[in-house]
């Protein structure tokens, strides 16, 4: 039972620091306004549409209140289409997810981590190396893998993504005469989420598996200088 215990205490561990690791960086982004208020700029969206910066501003802001704080739907001066609309609600629930997701796997980790820092409960290690340690390369193989594949075929790897988050559905290809937001919303930008969400989650986990392995080697260092110690003072 003990076993079974310690074992449960261990996943529910890592799966939260997992969670919380992914789940972070992208409500960041979700929440962040100025990171598509710098990228207008950026990306002489002003060109791209015809609309001025305010107008633009307002109409992300719009967009992203339906879909945040589930106000009425609206897209600021852009008009839409029904399937564009239908999209954005989709979205809006993978928002949501992640948006409750990010505080609960961060008391279920906090909470962890603090029973275990005082020895309440046990969580399984190996040769002194934390769960997390193992638990971090879960996130770094799996983006890994998304992001050689994207390199290999970008376009193969954004309809992958999107059959794997709206499966059975089409509505994410738009078409600008009907929904023509999608200039607002240019693919350089999404890239540029892609890239500081991984960047976020791999600076944490490289951070972890460093602190591991530094761990690690100091623990090794004491264990063998005490060794040493004890040989030198005839003990065995």
Same mark, same amino acid.
């Given at each position: 039972?003990?076993?079974?215990?310690?074992?449960?205490?261990?996943?529910?561990?890592?799966?939260? *620091?997992? %969670?919380? #690791?992914?789940?972070?960086?992208?409500?960041? %982004?979700?929440?962040?306004? !100025?990171?598509?208020?710098?990228?207008?700029?950026?990306?002489?969206?002003?060109?791209?549409?015809?609309?001025?910066?305010?107008?633009?501003?307002?109409?992300? =802001?719009?967009?992203?209140?339906?879909?945040?704080?589930?106000?009425? *739907?609206?897209?600021?001066? *852009?008009?839409?289409?029904?399937?564009?609309?239908?999209?954005?609600?989709?979205?809006?629930?993978?928002?949501?997810?992640?948006?409750? +997701?990010?505080?609960?796997?961060?008391?279920?980790?906090?909470?962890? +981590?603090?029973?275990?820092?005082?020895?309440?409960?046990?969580?399984?290690? #190996?040769? =002194?190396?934390?769960?997390? *340690?193992? $638990?971090?390369? %879960?996130?770094?193989?799996?983006?890994?893998?998304? $992001?050689?594949?994207?390199?290999?075929?970008?376009?193969?790897?954004?309809?992958?993504?999107?059959?794997?988050?709206?499966?059975?559905?089409?509505?994410?290809?738009?078409? !600008? =005469?009907?929904?023509?937001?999608?200039?607002?919303?240019?693919?350089?930008?999404?890239?540029?989420?892609?890239?500081?969400?991984? !960047?976020?989650?791999?600076?944490?986990?490289?951070?972890?598996?460093?602190?591991?392995?530094?761990?690690?080697?100091?623990?090794?260092?004491?264990?063998?200088?005490?060794?040493?110690?004890?040989?030198?003072? !005839?003990?065995?």
């Amino acid at each position: 039972m003990k076993k079974l215990i310690k074992s449960l205490n261990t996943l529910v561990y890592a799966l939260s *620091f997992i %969670v919380l #690791v992914i789940s972070v960086p992208i409500a960041i %982004v979700l929440l962040w306004r !100025g990171f598509y208020y710098w990228h207008i700029d950026l990306l002489d969206i002003t060109s791209l549409t015809g609309y001025t910066k305010d107008e633009l501003i307002m109409s992300f =802001n719009e967009l992203m209140d339906s879909l945040i704080f589930y106000k009425p *739907f609206g897209e600021g001066v *852009f008009k839409y289409s029904e399937s564009g609309m239908n999209h954005f609600l989709d979205c809006r629930i993978l928002f949501t997810i992640d948006l409750i +997701a990010a505080p609960i796997s961060l008391v279920i980790f906090a909470l962890h +981590a603090f029973l275990i820092k005082f020895n309440f409960i046990k969580v399984y290690q #190996v040769k =002194n190396l934390s769960v997390l *340690f193992f $638990a971090s390369f %879960v996130p770094i193989i799996a983006f890994g893998a998304l $992001a050689i594949f994207a390199l290999i075929d970008v376009d193969a790897a954004y309809a992958f993504f999107h059959a794997v988050l709206f499966p059975g559905k089409d509505n994410w290809l738009f078409n !600008g =005469n009907t929904d023509p937001i999608i200039y607002a919303l240019p693919e350089q930008f999404f890239l540029d989420c892609g890239i500081f969400i991984f !960047g976020l989650i791999l600076i944490v986990l490289i951070g972890v598996i460093i602190f591991n392995i530094i761990r690690l080697v100091k623990y090794s260092s004491v264990r063998i200088y005490n060794k040493y110690d004890l040989l030198k003072r !005839g003990v065995k």
